[in-house]
């Protein structure tokens, strides 16, 4: 197969195991949901899902952030990654979201990036999944499927997003994200498949018979 032949292949496939993907994070609006992909990092979906739930009873706006505090907002996420600076990151760009946007989350990524704790990744995701705005959000098991699936040569993340903007049709971009993430964790992960294991690696490439390296994010 070629690269084309090669992404059209694992879009049926990802479509027939993934046919309704939904984001697994729990919010209530824009703002709820920028917060729970903020914590995300470093964290699963679930553990973000089991703090969120009882943060967001307290604050669902920057307004009730803010006046939560950084430590009590500490004190709710702390079984999360990174809390100390997530904490600190929610109350910046609270702050900000309330200075410079009225309280509301912008909707272009340019804007997103500038606030505290939201790199391209988070901010691509806010604007893919609640927006639903064209944006492919690419994490650590996008960035490594995408090299064992000969979709990029991944040099970077950035590459690899660009490769895959350019190979798959941009009404598909949200979907793709959130089914080559799913499908990452449930049968291609970073050390249970080696380019030579799964499915769609032995699909894609029967021939290979060695690991395939891959770059990481």
Known sequence: MNKKERALFVEKKLNELFPNPKAPLDHRNAFTFLIAVLLSAQTTDKRVNIVTKELFKKASSPEEMLALGEKKVYEYIKTCGLAPKKAKAIISTSKILIEKH?????????????????????????????????????????????QRWGLTNGKSVKQTENDLKEIFDEMNWRNLHLQIIFYGRAFCTARGCDGTICFMCKSLYPNRKTKKKTSKA
């Open 102 to 146: 009225n309280g509301k989350v912008p909707k272009e990524i340019i804007d997103l990036e500038e606030l505290p704790g939201v790199g391209h990744k988070t901010a691509s995701v806010v604007v893919s999944e609640y927006f639903k705005k064209p944006a492919f959000p690419v994490d650590t098991h996008i960035h490594r499927l995408a």
